[in-house]
């Protein structure tokens, strides 16, 4: 059974939108629970009304993913919230929910498409990093019902 082992949120872009430019450096707010609110998104998020029937709502990422990063690029020392994701997993298989809708703790979702790595993956974790996670970079969701995600169990 899966579970979602950290919640995070940030007010602030530190990618989205710096094409060209340097990244920001606004830190992930680690959070014990996140409200959804249905084709809003998260509530204090920087993707938050963002624009109507967005498909990166909120973001899940796999715990898996990150550690098999840690190995093979040798990085100890950073947090898994580098990867700007709101919903970190564990025994999830989430390219699966690709088009797929589902339930976490009573909120309603759909999956829409891979949160595609980018280079800034490099910048933020280690060199290698957006190549790496291909086909892995997490998945991007719309929320379809109000709710509160919290740690634990996933279902």
């Known amino acids: 059974m899966g579970s979602i082992h950290h919640l995070y949120i940030s007010p602030v872009h530190n ?3 710096h094409f060209g430019r340097e990244a920001g450096n606004e830190p992930m707010i680690e959070m014990e629970e996140i409200k959804c609110l249905a084709g809003r998104g998260i509530e204090g998020d920087r993707f938050f009304d963002y624009k109507p029937d967005y498909k990166g709502q909120i973001t899940f990422f796999q715990w898996e993913v990150y550690q098999r990063l840690c190995l093979e690029l040798d990085t100890h020392d950073k947090s898994p919230s580098v990867f700007r994701r709101n919903v970190i997993t564990r025994e999830i298989d989430l390219n699966a929910l690709i088009g797929q809708k589902f339930s976490v703790q009573g909120v309603e979702f759909e999956g829409v498409e891979e949160a595609k790595p ?3 993956m490099n910048q933020g974790f280690a060199s290698g990093a957006e190549t790496a996670l291909k086909n892995f970079g ?3 969701a719309r929320i379809l019902s109000n709710g509160r995600l919290h ?3 996933w279902p």
């Open 118 to 120: 980018c280079v800034w």
């Open 15 to 17: 990618y989205f939108g």
């Open 138 to 140: 997490g998945l991007r």
């Open 151 to 153: 740690l634990g169990l």
